[in-house]
């Protein structure tokens, strides 16, 4: 599909979608936006693509009609059944991306299967996240079309954020949330700065633009490489999810936010707290909150902090996982968590050493700030040396250094 074409139908989803929304809540509304996003994600992603796309989404349809089934029948049912919903999406994530290799292999089919199940990695998280919410009463479990349209809600399902259902709910209420569309428009303008503009300006001084080209180098192009990836990845990134949210927005949905100046962190606890929040506030709501309470338990409080440790070890482990198949991803997941545990001990120590006032009076210090932003903005760029390449490639890179 070109490019033109593919701008025609998100503006045509927009005014759509904009119009459905602001119409009194009821059931045909519901029906309107799940067809307008089905609609919608059929046209971009699998339209004109051949029989194979068109059998990866009737596939992705009914793996979402599934979770639907499983949300309505365990959800608010007592013991283990409410964590066979919640797990059956997570499960369908694993089973995609790391077991349809072998199966690819077997079809010979001329493409991978997973990059088809657009933004599978979100929707998971999203509708699994729901299935807690629901659970634990925080929202009324949603119809079937306002399910669909949740989970496959064109702007946030390629590449986030994973916000979660509480907010999309707040949209189709009596009493909607108000969203200026000169805000929404401005969030939408500023993302496509920063995506098309300033992001492809930084990507020519990436690892693949600077050091991937088959020529020597010197070494100082390899930290020019770090940081102007580290700066195309946030403008690349924040910059999708500003577009997300401006579309969105102009349609009358609010999204979560998903970055807050991360390049301004103090430390890496801080700079996770700021970079891809909503995956951020995922894993410690469904993971380490509930592992590091058992940890706790089971080593005792007197070992709070190495419970603590070991939480965030595995947290930031099944982070790297999730991001992409290989060792190196892995590898930056561990990266990351080396940086938020060496924070954590450091913070324990000079709270000891120097106590309250002390330790107050050294986190107001300037001189200080300014230096721990910048190691934490050395370190991230240099982890993700890790996330950008691969193996080989990383190989090619230190290869081509003088």
């Not at 496509?192 to 020529?215: E, M, P, R, V």
């Not at 580290?230 to 936010?257: E, H, T």
Request: charged share 10%.
């Amino acid at each position: 599909m070109g490019e033109a074409l593919s701008i025609i139908i998100i503006f045509a989803y927009v005014l759509l979608g904009r119009w459905i929304v602001r119409r009194p809540v009821s059931r045909r509304q519901d029906i309107l936006f799940g067809g307008l996003n089905l609609g919608g994600v059929y046209l971009l992603f699998f339209q004109g693509k051949g029989f194979y796309f068109n059998v990866f989404f009737l596939v992705y349809l009914g793996l979402v009609i599934l979770q639907y089934l499983l949300l309505r029948l365990f959800s608010q049912r007592g013991g283990w059944l409410p964590w066979l919903a919640f797990l059956c999406p997570i499960m369908a994530l694993i089973v995609i991306r790391y077991g349809t290799a072998s199966l690819f292999a077997k079809l010979r089919l001329p493409f991978p299967i997973a990059p088809y199940f657009v933004g599978i990695s979100y929707l998971a998280f999203r509708s699994s996240q729901l299935v807690l919410l629901v659970r634990n009463e925080v929202v009324p479990a949603p119809g079937f079309w306002r399910y669909l349209s949740f989970c496959f809600f064109l702007p946030t399902l390629q590449v986030g954020p994973i916000s979660p259902y509480t907010e999309f709910h707040r949209a189709f209420t009596p009493a909607p949330v108000d969203i200026p569309a000169a805000r929404a428009g401005m969030r939408l303008l500023i993302g496509i700065i920063k995506y098309q503009f300033l992001g492809a300006l930084c990507n020519q001084l990436t690892y693949s633009g600077l050091l991937l080209d088959d020529h020597l180098h010197s070494w100082l192009d390899l930290p020019v490489a770090m940081v102007f990836y580290y700066l195309f990845l946030y403008c690349n990134f924040s910059g999708f999810c500003d577009m997300a949210i401006g579309a969105a927005g102009l349609i009358g949905i609010p999204v979560a936010d998903n970055f807050d100046n991360p390049l301004l962190a103090r430390n890496m606890r801080e700079f996770w707290n700021r970079w891809h929040i909503t995956l951020s506030q995922y894993m410690r709501d469904v993971v380490f909150a509930p592992l590091s309470k058992a940890l706790v338990r089971l080593l005792g409080p007197a070992r709070l902090n190495h419970a603590l440790a070991i939480t965030i070890t595995v947290v930031f482990l099944l982070l790297g996982i999730w991001h992409g198949v290989g060792w190196n991803y892995a590898a930056f997941g561990l990266a990351q968590a080396l940086g938020v545990v060496t924070v954590h001990y450091y913070t324990i120590f000079l709270k000891q050493r120097l106590g309250r006032e002390r330790y107050k009076t050294y986190n107001e210090n300037r001189w200080i700030h300014a230096a721990a932003v910048t190691v934490t903005f050395c370190y991230y760029a240099v982890t993700l040396f890790l996330f950008a390449n691969t193996g080989a490639q990383m190989k090619q890179i230190l290869s081509c250094l003088r």
